[in-house]
C-alpha cells in the first residue's frame, strides 16, 4: 500500500493497528526508515533495528535474524507488517528482508507469505545514493524492485483536514 498525499499518517497506522489487534485478534510488526517516524506508531521500530538490516546492504545481503531467535518467532507470529516511509529505503534493504523472510518462514513466496504494508510517497524523498546520478537514484527505488511486481497500490483521495476546515485547501494544493 502507498500513501499519497502530504499528511502524517501516524493516526490512519495506529488505527489500522488497534483494528488489527483488537478486532482480528492478530499481530503486527510496526517499522518505520526514519527514528522519528517509528516514535509516532505504536510499538514502531526502526526498520533496521527491527529487521537487523546490514549497513551497508547490497543485492545479496540477508538480514542477521537466525530462524531459531526470539525476533524469528515474532515475525513468524506476525499476520501483517507495516512499513512507513518505504520508500525512503533503498531496495536493497527490501530484497534482504524478503530473502530473510523466505528463508525462516520456509516459503518462497514474497516475504515468505507475509501481508506488507508499505506507507511513503514517492513525491517526497527519494533513498540517498551517496554522489549517485539521477540513474543511480531511481535504481535504487523500490519501484524498480523484483517486490514491485507483486505490490498493490492504494491512494488516499480525501483529505479529512481540507474537508475540517476549508482554509487549508490551498496550502495542500501548494504541496501536491
Known sequence: MQFMGS????PIYNTLIAHIKAQRNQKVIVT????????????????????????????????????TSELAQTI?????????????HHRHTFEAVDRTLRDILENEDI???KIMVFGGDFRQVLPV???????????ACLKNSYIWESVETLRL???????????NLSFVQFLL
Not at 37 to 63: K, M, Q, W, Y
Not at 76 to 88: L, Q, R
Not at 129 to 139: H, K, L
Not at 157 to 167: E, G, H, K, M, Y
Open 129 to 139: 545514493v551517496v554522489r549517485g546520478t539521477q540513474g543511480q537514484i531511481e535504481n
Open 7 to 10: 499528511f502524517s499518517p501516524g
Open 111 to 113: 516475504f515468505g507469505g
Open 32 to 67: 518505520a526508515s526514519s527514528g522519528i517516524a517509528a516514535l509516532i506508531l505504536h510499538d514502531g521500530h526502526t526498520a533496521h533495528s527491527r529487521f537487523r538490516i546490514p549497513v551497508p546492504c547490497n543485492s545479496e545481503s540477508t538480514c542477521n535474524i537466525t530462524a
Open 157 to 167: 483521495t480525501q483529505n479529512i483536514r481540507v474537508l475540517q476546515d476549508p482554509a
Open 76 to 88: 513468524t507470529e506476525a499476520n501483517i507488517i507495516i512499513w512507513d516511509e518505504a520508500p525512503m
